[in-house]
């Protein structure tokens, strides 16, 4: 089993970054695939990226390709979302989960583990 804490969240203007950082528990991280995703009010859970267990391969939702990057670095047991050229419309609480298999998944029921959460907001 593995837990996972989300850091980073906050209040930024539009345009700027945020990175945000997800430490997982245990000696086994770099056995799970890693996504991010996030949920606004009212709205489902959704993709934002995901990377395999090197780090090889990474997937990105259309909306943020260009502005986000996933990475990762097992040796600190984490995962990172670096977001830049931030808007209004990626507000929302963002959320790291964790998969037992190696292979990029882009569904929220594909994943094992998941983190309580991290606030985004973007001011106009």
């Known amino acids: 089993q593995v837990q996972l804490v989300e850091s980073g969240g906050g209040l930024v203007q539009a345009g700027g970054s945020l990175r945000l950082s997800c430490a997982a528990s245990?000696?086994?991280?770099?056995?799970?695939?890693m996504g991010w995703f996030r949920q606004a009010p009212g709205k489902e859970r959704e993709i934002i990226a995901a990377i395999v267990r090197s780090g090889s391969r990474t997937y990105y939702r259309d909306s943020v390709k260009g502005r986000f990057t996933i990475s990762r670095d097992n040796a600190k047991n984490t995962v990172y979302l670096q977001m830049n050229s931030l808007k209004p419309e990626d507000t929302a609480v963002y959320y790291c989960?964790?998969?037992?298999?190696?292979?990029?998944?882009?569904?929220?029921?594909?994943?094992?583990?998941w983190g309580q959460g991290t606030q985004v907001t973007v001011s106009a």
């Open positions: 245990g000696r086994t991280f770099s056995s799970y695939a």
């Open positions: 989960a964790a998969r037992r298999d190696t292979g990029v998944a882009i569904s929220n029921a594909d994943y094992d583990y």
